[in-house]
């Protein structure tokens, strides 16, 4: 097809009229801008085109028409039909575009190396991919020109990257596009393998079980994505995307019920952030309760939540290695309740609780229950470390240098010799009796029992 040049209203820009050419032809800027000298003329990003005055018509006209004949353009100009007939026209070129990109699209993606995509966002009309793979000159413009212009897309929400080097592109949500993505490996998007299904509701929702009988839900991919006004959307940018197939072979987005505490209560599972002790959380605007509706998982969620709050057991935050912070702060102790008590607490969760049976009381009690319970676990842990100082203490010390571990025997008295190897080093260090006991206790930083801890 041919290249389009488009000169058309620029119906609220504050301009007249709008001209756009199909790639960076800078001999054509440089005719334009001498033309058309400021205040007439002005670059809109978002639409790609040049906005110009009413009385320049005549000579971007011109302009347009020189060019096109040099460059084999086909020319769209719309300034002069009916409403309609423009409507119908810039309809026409809108498919037109839209067919090329797919087209671009499913040309590049198989020449990629597998698995260097990565689908950072799944939007009700694009997806958005980033990739980090060295690519080569050729195929990374390549890949680069099949993306979706701007201009036909929104602006999107704030992604992160997971590195400042990756290239990001938008593609258009378009079925064959979807198609080609699910039929090789990417980051980010999971075809979840041996569901069973077992429940089929009215309004399309569908629950499986997995082999490990797990419970799954999901809906058609183009409404589980929508960000509707009381439920959010099933997954968010950045997340993982698990799809499956209804038995009709309708494209499923897909959720593991088990996975919802995470999902919903995560920033009440962080110790870094200290809601279970009292901090106000800013809204969500999107109710726990309207999203277990829409899924029909409200009998499951309650079944989770009686059984998570009795739970007596923490676990640890993983991603904190350091024992100190286990003994020092019961914040790093996660009870599995501890995510939904927080947001019983601090959110506008009137009808989750209600679902629950649970009065403000309960809840209140149950938040100070769960203080206890992370304190205990914390003065345990404090008094393992002390009963197992010398073998928790090893890896600490192999990550100093030999001069730091030839000072340490001299400060507490162990025998030890520059010629032996680190690794032989920290062993003796740590096999000398009560100073190694000694020598642990102070690198883990463990207080002697009648210190009061912090």
Same mark, same amino acid.
């Given at each position: 097809m041919l290249a389009t040049a488009l000169i058309t209203d620029a119906i609220g820009t504050g301009y007249a009229y709008l001209v756009r050419i199909p790639y960076k032809?800078?001999?054509?800027?440089?005719?334009?801008?001498?033309?058309?000298?400021?205040?007439?003329?002005?670059?809109?990003?978002?639409?790609?085109?040049? =906005?110009?005055?009413?009385?320049y018509l005549g000579v971007v006209r011109q302009i347009v028409a020189r060019h096109a004949e040099t460059e084999g353009w086909r020319?769209? #100009?719309?300034?002069?039909?009916?409403?309609?007939?423009?409507r119908l026209a810039l309809q026409e070129l809108d498919h037109q575009e839209h067919e090329e990109h797919v087209a671009r699209f499913l040309e590049v993606l198989p020449r990629l190396p597998a698995n260097s995509l990565i689908l950072a966002g799944w939007l009700e009309h694009v997806l958005i991919f980033d990739v980090d793979t060295y690519l080569g000159e050729e195929l990374f413009y390549a890949w680069i020109e099949a993306a979706l212009p701007e201009r036909k897309y929104p602006s999107l929400p704030y992604i992160p990257m997971h590195k400042s080097k990756m290239v990001r592109i938008a593609t258009a949500?378009?079925?064959?596009?979807?198609?080609?993505?699910?039929?090789?490996?990417?980051?980010?998007?999971?075809?979840?393998?041996?569901?069973? %299904?077992?429940?089929?509701? #009215?309004?399309?929702?569908?629950?499986?079980?997995?082999?490990?009988?797990?419970?799954?839900?999901?809906?058609?991919?183009?409404?589980?994505?929508?960000?509707?006004?009381?439920?959010?959307?099933?997954?968010?940018?950045?997340?993982? *995307?698990?799809?499956?197939?209804s038995p009709n072979g309708q494209l499923y987005l897909v959720a593991q019920a088990e996975q919802l505490p995470d999902r919903f209560f995560a920033w009440g599972l962080n110790p870094h952030i200290g809601f279970m002790e009292g901090y106000k959380a800013p809204?969500?605007?999107?109710?726990?309760?309207?999203? %277990?509706?829409?899924? +029909?998982?409200?009998?499951?969620?309650?079944?989770?939540?009686r059984q998570a709050i009795v739970k007596e /057991?923490? =676990?640890?935050?993983?991603? *904190?290695?350091? +024992?100190?912070?286990?003994?020092?702060?019961?914040? *790093?102790?996660? +009870?599995?309740?501890?995510? =939904?008590?927080?947001?019983?607490? +601090?959110?506008?969760?009137?009808?989750?609780?209600?679902?629950?049976?649970?009065?403000?009381d309960y809840v209140k009690e149950q938040h100070a229950r769960i203080g206890r319970i992370k304190e205990q676990h914390a003065r345990a842990y404090l008094e393992y470390c002390r009963e197992h100082a010398v073998e928790l203490a090893l890896p600490k010390?192999?990550?100093?240098?030999?001069?730091?571990?030839?000072?340490?025997?001299?400060? *507490?008295?162990? /025998?030890?010799?520059?010629?032996?190897?680190?690794?032989?080093?920290?062993?003796?260090? @740590?096999?000398?009796? /009560?100073?190694?006991?000694? @020598?642990?206790?102070?690198?883990?930083?463990?207080?002697?029992p009648l210190e009061i801890m912090a």
């Open positions: 032809h800078h001999p054509f800027i440089a005719s334009f801008k001498e033309a058309v000298p400021e205040p007439g003329r002005d670059w809109h990003q978002r639409l790609g085109a040049w =906005l110009f005055r009413r009385n020319v769209l #100009d719309t300034v002069a039909m009916t409403k309609d007939q423009a949500a378009d079925p064959r596009i979807i198609q080609a993505v699910l039929s090789r490996p990417i980051q980010g998007l999971r075809v979840v393998p041996h569901l069973t %299904l077992t429940a089929v509701f #009215d309004d399309g929702i569908l629950h499986w079980r997995d082999e490990q009988g797990g419970l799954w839900f999901g809906a058609p991919y183009t409404f589980a994505l929508e960000q509707q006004e009381r439920v959010r959307a099933l997954y968010q940018p950045g997340q993982t *995307y698990h799809v499956a197939f809204p969500t605007g999107f109710p726990l309760s309207a999203f %277990l509706e829409q899924y +029909h998982l409200v009998d499951w969620f309650v079944t989770w939540a /057991e923490c =676990l640890p935050f993983e991603r *904190y290695g350091w +024992h100190r912070s286990l003994w020092e702060n019961r914040s *790093y102790w996660i +009870h599995p309740a501890q995510g =939904l008590i927080s947001l019983l607490l +601090h959110h506008s969760e009137e009808e989750t609780q209600a679902l629950l049976g649970w009065s403000d010390l192999e990550t100093k240098s030999k001069g730091e571990l030839l000072a340490l025997g001299e400060q *507490y008295g162990i /025998e030890v010799r520059k010629s032996w190897t680190n690794q032989r080093l920290a062993q003796i260090l @740590l096999s000398s009796g /009560e100073p190694s006991v000694k @020598l642990a206790k102070a690198i883990l930083e463990i207080p002697e």
